[in-house]
């Protein structure tokens, strides 16, 4: 009899947890770091692709400033190497790849390591200390697992961006076009009066026209960096001309503008 209560505890000791455990296991599939590393991957390509959909997913969350956290696990070796500190180097390590893909760093709270506990199976073989060097993702308490991720993916967000200006322009009368107008107007009579009081160019001096569709495409560029939001036109508009001009004179171009070639 005592045998046999003996066994049921040594199978609810160590085999509920293993029963329990093996619907949370999905979380780990596609980061499981390689043995005694805290900076590599057991598949690296697997790994990254799963990172870019991590952090795409938390980025249209728009989660608030410390609200993501990253736990970092180790499996149990006999070794001079220290657990919790290898659960939290690759905690650290998860943060620093999700920030390489634009996620800002007051989003996260500090790493933490946890060593080896709450393990999976029963870590007497490799297959099973496998699992076990893992991290976990956390957004408001709740665990991120490839299959939310993939779930709540969103639709792409091109047609809104593509709108916004144009709402934009409807609703306001568009200052900007005026302030565009005269800017362009001084501009032209300061490189107007450069041009008079400035020698005529050498023989095989090299001219670029700097046209307004190429002003226009650079302008466009500088809007997209800055992911479509806190667009100002007019700005836009002038930093492509200064940046332009002065790559094109970097490169030995006397640079004239497109209002100008008329007079060139």
């Known amino acids: 009899m005592k045998k046999i209560c003996f066994l049921?505890?040594?199978?609810?000791?160590?085999?509920?947890?293993?029963?329990?455990d093996a619907g949370e296991q999905e979380e780990i599939d596609y980061l499981?770091?390689?043995?005694?590393?805290?900076n590599q991957f057991v598949n690296e390509a697997q790994a990254m692709i799963q990172l870019d959909k991590v952090a795409k997913y938390l980025m249209d969350r728009n989660p608030a400033a410390g609200q993501i956290s990253v736990y970092g696990y180790?499996?149990?070796?006999?070794?001079?190497?220290?657990?919790?500190?290898?659960?939290?180097?690759r905690a650290l390590f998860v943060i620093r790849e999700l920030q390489k893909r634009g996620l800002s760093n007051d989003l996260f709270a500090d790493p933490v390591g946890h060593g080896s506990v709450d393990l999976w199976g029963t870590n007497i073989n490799e297959a099973d200390r496998g699992p076990n060097r893992?991290?976990?993702?956390?957004?408001?308490?709740?665990?991120?697992?490839?299959?939310?991720?993939?779930?709540?993916?969103?639709?792409?967000?091109t047609p809104a961006v593509v709108q916004e200006p144009i709402q934009r322009e409807e609703s306001t009368f568009p200052w900007w076009l005026i302030l565009l107008a005269l800017a362009a107007l001084a501009a032209l009579i300061f490189f107007l009066s450069r041009r008079k009081?400035?020698?005529?160019?050498?023989?095989?001096?090299?001219?670029?026209?700097?046209?307004?569709?190429?002003?226009?495409?650079?302008?466009?560029?500088?809007?997209?960096r800055r992911d479509y939001r806190n667009g100002e036109d007019e700005a836009d508009w002038h930093q492509s001309i200064c940046e332009l001009t002065?790559?094109?004179?970097?490169?030995?171009?006397?640079?004239?503008l497109y209002w100008e070639k008329e007079n060139a």
């Open 8 to 20: 049921f505890v040594f199978i609810a000791f160590w085999g509920f947890p293993a029963f329990g």
């Open 32 to 38: 499981l770091f390689s043995p005694n590393s805290s």
């Open 74 to 89: 180790a499996a149990f070796v006999a070794n001079d190497i220290e657990p919790l500190d290898l659960s939290r180097g």
């Open 134 to 157: 893992r991290v976990r993702i956390l957004v408001d308490s709740t665990v991120l697992t490839p299959a939310i991720v993939q779930a709540v993916e969103p639709e792409p967000k």
């Open 197 to 224: 009081k400035s020698p005529p160019g050498e023989k095989g001096e090299k001219i670029k026209v700097l046209e307004e569709e190429e002003i226009r495409y650079y302008a466009y560029g500088l809007y997209e």
């Open 246 to 256: 002065a790559h094109y004179e970097a490169e030995g171009y006397r640079v004239i």
